[in-house]
């Protein structure tokens, strides 16, 4: 069982950044795929980005592609999510969520275990 648990969100201003933490329980996270999702209100939820297991490979959607960037660091068992640049069609809620893979799934069904999500809002 791994327990993720998301921290760093909050209001910011357009142009501006945040940075997301997920920490997670286990210790099985280096073998995990890591990714982050999103959800705005009367939104689906959507495939942010994510990186393998040791952090060798990174994905991107195409509208956060150099704004946004995922790191991990497995000795703290923490995945980040750098936010720059950010824009109010990225406010939403974001979560983090691991699966036992070794390469990147887009999809949710990619991962098994997600996180309570974190609030970003951004102001215009």
């Known amino acids: 069982q791994v327990q993720l648990v998301e921290s760093g969100g909050g209001l910011v201003q357009a142009g501006g950044s945040l940075r997301l933490s997920c920490a997670a329980s286990g210790r099985t996270f280096s073998s995990m795929v890591m990714g982050w999702f999103r959800q705005g209100s009367g939104k689906e939820r959507e495939f942010v980005g994510g990186?393998?297991?040791?952090?060798?490979?990174?994905r991107y959607t195409d509208s956060v592609k150099g704004r946004f960037t995922i790191s991990r660091d497995n000795t703290k068992n923490t995945v980040y999510l750098q936010m720059n640049s950010l824009k109010p069609e990225d406010t939403a809620v974001y979560y983090c969520?691991?699966?036992?893979?070794?390469?990147?799934?887009?999809?949710?069904?990619?991962?098994?275990?997600w996180g309570q999500g974190t609030q970003v809002t951004v102001s215009s």
């Open positions: 969520a691991a699966g036992p893979r070794s390469t990147v799934p887009s999809y949710a069904l990619g991962y098994d275990y």
């Open positions: 990186i393998s297991p040791r952090g060798g490979s990174t």
